[in-house]
T-cell receptor, first 113, second 112 residues
């Protein structure tokens, strides 16, 4: 069966420090991968999505970047964190293209101090 | 821009009463539309989805949604709410290109 692993679950980082959040999917091939940020009152904001290795679509200009070095690995990064980067980050995957169900990881709670 | 909007941030409903959550979409063509639920401490779960065909869609947990093209809406309903329905509900839409976007969410509180 397919599973998604997202880590760490909780992270406290100082302003100006780098960030690396990793998401890995098991049990499937060539998934579409997504990074979302959930902030109170702002719903799920799409940050990046990828339809294949090395293919990244960025939705919101910001302090973050994403990479997909392997088929089932999606990484969210920052060189220097801002206070405004605090939030709940969710990774999701799906296969089969438009209209298919997305499956979400358990999320990472990031607090920038 | 292509998007979905949920006008209600919070809704409080009594247990046993009916529930309706609003979702409006803005796409050039009919998009795929979804409703997801995020229960406390749990991940997001798909309730139902719509693209074409019957405009009344049945989902899991007793939920249904109705697509109304004239109103650009895809509202979620449940005839009788249970305490376990307290959660945050998200409407999502997708046009072309695998870009799946979500609304702001509606938090549902259930009164005993």
């Amino acid at each position: 069966s397919q599973t998604i692993h997202q880590w760490p679950a909780t992270l406290v980082q100082p302003v100006g420090s780098p960030l690396s959040l990793e998401c890995t999917v098991e049990g499937t091939s060539n998934p579409n991968l997504y990074w979302y940020r959930q902030a109170a009152g702002r719903g799920l904001q799409l940050l990046f999505y990828s339809v294949g290795i090395g293919q990244i679509s960025s939705e919101v200009p910001q302090n973050l970047s994403a990479s997909r070095p392997q088929d089932r690995q999606f990484i969210l990064s920052s060189k220097k964190l801002l206070l405004s980067d605090s939030g709940f980050y969710l990774c999701a995957w799906r296969v089969g293209g438009r209209g298919t169900e997305a499956f979400f990881g358990q999320g990472t709670r990031l607090t920038v101090v | 821009a292509q998007s979905v909007t949920q006008p209600d941030i919070h809704i409080t409903v009594s247990e046993g009463a009916s529930l309706e959550l609003r979702c409006n979409y803005s796409y050039g063509a009919t998009p795929y539309l979804f409703w997801y639920v995020q229960s406390p401490g749990q991940g997001l779960q798909l309730l139902l989805k719509y693209f074409s065909g019957d405009t009344l869609v049945q989902g899991i947990k007793g939920f249904e949604a109705e697509f109304k093209r004239s109103q650009s809406s895809f509202n979620l309903r449940k005839p009788s709410v249970h305490w376990s329905d307290a959660a945050e509900y998200f409407c999502a839409g997708e046009a072309a290109g695998n870009k799946l976007t979500f609304g702001g969410g509606t938090r549902v509180l259930v009164k005993p």
